[in-house]
């Protein structure tokens, strides 16, 4: 079984480096060959394309933009009323992950409006959800700490559902640190499960490191250690 390949996202990890860039020079200096952005759109993807390339990694994982923060908004596919504002961000994003040459973009689904009941806006969430992800598909043609937290079951869940899922994101539960930090979750154990499972793609580190970042890798090391790094080709 091959090691699993992990990608920093960097809307979480290195929060102590000001700019992008900076961080993509870090995550590279820390043995990533991967990386993640959240929103990468406050740069111009042709300068961010050119930083990632010199800190030599590839950009794996891009959301669509998160919406009106001011609003509270955090994703727009699944928000009554602003299908046309996601489908602008959608084009915006498909722009930047050519530029990057990044193969996924995560349409972030948005929460319940400011005001709204929960009840009374879930089916027509549901729907709104529904109709963006078929618009999207057209367009395009082509995460385990939520599952825990929502659901729990992740063992079944990853069994069953890991031949559909193109990217999977950890972080511990509850804090949403580390995964070498103390929580509910057993690392060894489910990045074992993913190995076993014959998962491919990258497993992207996004979570809120409890103090500095490379002090918090030391699980990520220890991973390469007994596994061995993609890129010594052990």
Same mark, same amino acid.
């Given at each position: 079984?091959? =090691?699993?390949?992990?990608?920093?996202?960097?809307?979480?990890?290195? =929060?102590?480096?000001?700019?992008? =860039?900076?961080? !993509?020079?870090?995550?590279?200096? &820390?043995?990533?060959?991967?990386?993640?952005?959240?929103?990468?759109?406050?740069?111009?993807?042709?300068?961010?394309?050119?930083?990632?390339?010199?800190? +030599?990694?590839? !950009?794996?994982?891009?959301?669509?933009?998160?919406?009106?923060?001011?609003?509270?908004?955090? #994703?727009?596919?699944?928000?009554? +009323?602003?299908?046309?504002?996601?489908?602008?961000? !959608?084009?915006?994003?498909?722009?930047?992950?050519?530029?990057?040459?990044?193969?996924?973009?995560?349409?972030?689904?948005?929460?319940?409006?400011?005001?709204?009941?929960?009840?009374?806006?879930?089916?027509?969430?549901?729907?709104?959800?529904?109709?963006?992800?078929?618009?999207?598909?057209?367009?395009?043609?082509?995460?385990?700490?939520?599952?825990?937290?929502?659901?729990?079951?992740?063992? +079944?869940?990853?069994?069953?559902?890991?031949?559909?899922?193109?990217?999977?994101?950890?972080?511990?539960?509850?804090?949403?640190?580390?995964?070498? &930090?103390?929580?509910?979750?057993?690392? &060894?154990?489910?990045?074992?499960?993913?190995?076993?499972?014959?998962?491919?793609?990258?497993?992207?580190?996004?979570?809120?490191?409890?103090?500095?970042?490379?002090?918090?890798?030391?699980?990520?090391?220890?991973?390469?250690?007994?596994? #061995?790094?993609?890129?010594?080709?052990?």
């Amino acid at each position: 079984m091959a =090691p699993l390949r992990f990608s920093a996202n960097l809307s979480w990890l290195f =929060p102590e480096l000001p700019s992008l =860039p900076a961080r !993509l020079r870090a995550a590279g200096r &820390s043995g990533f060959e991967a990386a993640e952005v959240a929103w990468p759109y406050a740069e111009p993807p042709e300068a961010l394309a050119r930083a990632a390339q010199d800190a +030599g990694l590839r !950009l794996v994982l891009i959301n669509t933009p998160r919406g009106d923060q001011e609003k509270g908004e955090m #994703g727009l596919a699944a928000v009554p +009323g602003r299908q046309a504002a996601f489908r602008e961000g !959608l084009e915006q994003a498909v722009l930047y992950a050519k530029a990057l040459g990044c193969p996924r973009i995560h349409l972030m689904a948005g929460r319940v409006p400011q005001g709204a009941d929960r009840a009374a806006v879930r089916g027509e969430m549901e729907t709104v959800f529904l109709e963006n992800l078929k618009y999207a598909a057209g367009v395009l043609a082509q995460d385990i700490f939520h599952w825990q937290i929502m659901d729990g079951n992740l063992t +079944g869940n990853i069994r069953e559902f890991l031949p559909i899922v193109g990217h999977v994101q950890v972080a511990q539960v509850p804090g949403r640190g580390e995964p070498g &930090s103390s929580g509910e979750l057993d690392f &060894s154990y489910l990045f074992q499960l993913l190995e076993d499972e014959g998962y491919e793609g990258f497993v992207g580190c996004e979570y809120k490191p409890q103090g500095d970042t490379i002090a918090g890798l030391s699980w990520l090391r220890s991973y390469w250690d007994r596994r #061995g790094h993609p890129q010594d080709g052990r």
